[in-house]
Each structure stands twice: as structure tokens, then as C-alpha cells.
């Protein structure tokens, strides 16, 4: 069991140090097993991690009706410690395509009502629109989710992948408890503007693709054939010379890692966990065996010359290639 607990902002709920994202056992990263997916969040329910992250549009609903599965055949006491954090917004097509996202008020209540019904709760713990939407105001949307606050359906705002300028307009709306944004060694473009901003307003971060997607977590290799339905087949950071480079730094990370005893992904994951108290990683883990290895990140401490010797394998900048496709980055607030 691990209590390490840590709090989402100034006005966010209490969570455990480590979240878990259930993305990958439902859609973009090759097909999931479901008995293993169900028996993954019950593992990390057990091992104390409270935080079920999501998104309505991971595999249309797929994901969502999976936690409600999970927390319907969880004991009693684990099922009422489970905190869930919901994406909504984006727009997809019986094919499985992307065609925008959608933060109109009125679109915001209609998500939630679904995700409500799929999840089989009476609330959503924190709630935000998956990417923004140009053509809505953010205070119209945040304006949805708060009115949603206040007739008990959600218990917190949140925000995802949006620059400075609209963290602090949102704040200005409603009390926002935490940014959900990528932020991994490899992807540390938060840290000149964005992390500042939400420290200035009390704002806490969940950090996604913590192991850049599997490419920085020790297993990935050269080799290895991804699935026709696994979006990393898209990515820039796994194509061709960029993946060449990339985990070349993966070995010199190997190397400071195998100097402490621990895995690569434990200390990609213990050196978010450094970065401060207001930001809790989303480990990916779609495994039992993941999930124990995500979970002794707990136990690595790193000292100044840890660190040091982390900087100077991986340094800030030095992944080649940019996180998504161009047409994924063109919707990403929080790049421009």
C-alpha cells in the first residue's frame, strides 16, 4: 500500500502521489485485454492509488464503461476512494476519426451526462475539456463545467493542454484545481511558462506521458512492431533516425538508473515526482506487472547529484522529433 498523497492546487481534492491513466486499455495503443485492464485498476485501487483517469472519447465511451465495470467489482472501500478525472470535447466518427472538439455549454452538459451514465456515478471528480476549443470562449466553457459544480454533477474544474494566457483566463472564471499536461523528461516544454503560470495561481498539474508513451520507460526497442491501430505508428519521436536518437538517450538514462538499482521507468517517473509537490504523475500502466514496476517510483529518492547525472543523460531539449503529429499539434493551446 502506498499513502503518499498529494493535492491538486489550492482548491483540488487530495490524491494519491501516483495517478493512473486508462487510456491505453481502450484505444491508440494496439488492442488491450479486458480481464487484465479490470484486474490493473483493481491492483492500483489496492495498492492505494485513488486517481482513474479518462477521457469520454477513448475508444468512444470504451474506456469509460470499463472504470464503471472496474469500480462496480471493486470492495466497497477501495470503489469509494477512487477519484475519477474526465476529458470530454472531442469529436470522433464511426470510423474512429477525429473531426474537432466541441465546448459549447450546451455540449458540455450532454458529455457529462453520458460520462455520468458510463461511469455509473453521481459525480465526476474533476472534470475538462480534452484540448480547447477556437471557437468558444474558455469562460464559456469553464462557465458550463462551474455551473455543473454547483448542481453537484462535477466536483472540480479542470484544464488540459492550454497555454498561459487561457490558464489565467479560466482562473478568472472558476477555481481551477490542476492543468493536465504532458510533462516527462523528454517533454519539458511546461517548465518556461506554463508551470510558473499555475504556480503563480495555485493551480495543480497532472502529468501525462510521464514515460513519453512507452519510448523512455526502458522497454522500448529499436525492433519492436507496432500494432495498424497504435498511434505511435504516427509519432514523430518513433519514426526513423528520431527514435534512433531517442533511445540512445533511453541507454544513458539506462545507466544512471542501473547506478542506483532501480528501472529506467522508475526514474523517469521518480524525477517528475522531484519536480515539485503540486504535480502528480499518470503512470499508463495497461498491466499488473507495469503498474508494480510504476509504483516503486514511489521509493526512489534522488539527491542533487541524481539529478545531475539525469540532466546531463537526458537533457532538456534533446528529444528529437515533436510529441504528436503536426495535425494533433495544431490543436495544442498550450504550444502556442
Avoid at 115 to 140: C, F, K, N, T, W
Wanted: hydrophobic residues 40%; aromatic residues 6%; negative net charge.
Amino acid at each position: 500500500m502506498t499513502t503518499r498523497t498529494r493535492t491538486l492546487g489550492t482548491t483540488g481534492p487530495q490524491v494519491s502521489a501516483l495517478g493512473l491513466g486508462c487510456m491505453g486499455m481502450s484505444a491508440l495503443y494496439g488492442d488491450a485485454d479486458r480481464a487484465e485492464s479490470i484486474a490493473t485498476i483493481h491492483a492500483a485501487l489496492e495498492a492505494g492509488v485513488t486517481l482513474l483517469d479518462t477521457g469520454d472519447f477513448y475508444g468512444m465511451g470504451h474506456n469509460e464503461l470499463l472504470i464503471g465495470e472496474a469500480l462496480r467489482t471493486a470492495p466497497a472501500a477501495r470503489r469509494e476512494q477512487a477519484l475519477t478525472s474526465v476529458k470530454f470535447g472531442a469529436l470522433r466518427g464511426p470510423d474512429g476519426s477525429w473531426s474537432g472538439y466541441d465546448g459549447r455549454p450546451a455540449a458540455v452538459r450532454n458529455f457529462a451526462a453520458y460520462s455520468l451514465q458510463r461511469l455509473g456515478v453521481d459525480h465526476i471528480d474533476v472534470y475538462r475539456m480534452a484540448r480547447l476549443d477556437p471557437d468558444v470562449p474558455v469562460e464559456e466553457t469553464v462557465g458550463a463545467i462551474s455551473e455543473l459544480v454547483e448542481q453537484g454533477y462535477v466536483r472540480h474544474i479542470g484544464l488540459s493542454e492550454v497555454g498561459a494566457e487561457t490558464i489565467r483566463r479560466a482562473a478568472a472564471t472558476a477555481p481551477i484545481a490542476d492543468l493536465q499536461i504532458e510533462y516527462a523528461l523528454i517533454s519539458r516544454g511546461i517548465e518556461a511558462e506554463i508551470l510558473p503560470t499555475t504556480r503563480e495561481l495555485g493551480i495543480g498539474v497532472t502529468a501525462y506521458g510521464v514515460l513519453s508513451r512507452g519510448l523512455i520507460s526502458g522497454h522500448f526497442t529499436h525492433d519492436r512492431q507496432l500494432a495498424a491501430n497504435d498511434f505511435r505508428t504516427h509519432s514523430p519521436r518513433f519514426q526513423g533516425d528520431n527514435l534512433r536518437h531517442n533511445l540512445d538517450l533511453v541507454e544513458a538514462l539506462r545507466k544512471v538508473a542501473e547506478g542506483k538499482g532501480v528501472s529506467v521507468a522508475q526514474i523517469a517517473i521518480a524525477w517528475v515526482l522531484s519536480r515539485g509537490e503540486d504535480i502528480v504523475p499518470l503512470i499508463g500502466a495497461r498491466s499488473r506487472e507495469r503498474l508494480a514496476e510504476s509504483l516503486g517510483a514511489l521509493d526512489v529518492t534522488l539527491d542533487a547529484a541524481d539529478l545531475t547525472a539525469i540532466e546531463e543523460a537526458v537533457p532538456a531539449g534533446a528529444a528529437a522529433g515533436e510529441r504528436y503529429a503536426p495535425a494533433a499539434m495544431a490543436h495544442l493551446d498550450s504550444e502556442r
